[in-house]
């Protein structure tokens, strides 16, 4: 991964992504980004990265899933950044 947010979140949310984890482990990952004080636009940009990097379509669909919830295209319920 070229980019690195938080050493620790960004393997759990890579492990996550990779295991095609469901929205609410997806979720608290990304809690834990915005609790540790990372911006939506930080974690967007990792995101779209890891989106651009992979010819994987299930991969693919995950990353899209968790950027719903960083960028509020998604259930109010699952928006983690305003």
């Known amino acids: 991964m070229a980019q690195t947010i938080s050493t620790n979140i ?5 492990a996550a992504l990779d295991a095609r984890a469901g929205l609410l482990t997806l979720h608290a990952i990304l809690l834990r980004y915005k ?15 890891l989106r651009g990097a992979t ?15 960083v960028t509020g295209w998604c259930a109010p319920q699952l928006r983690v950044w305003g």
Not at 10 to 14: A, C, I, P, S, V
Not at 55 to 69: G, S, Y
């Open 35 to 49: 609790a540790s004080g990372v911006t939506a636009e930080q974690v967007e940009s990792l995101l779209q990265e």
């Open 10 to 14: 960004d393997r759990d949310l890579l």
């Open 55 to 69: 010819h994987d379509e299930a991969l693919e669909d995950a990353i899209l899933d968790a950027l719903d919830m």
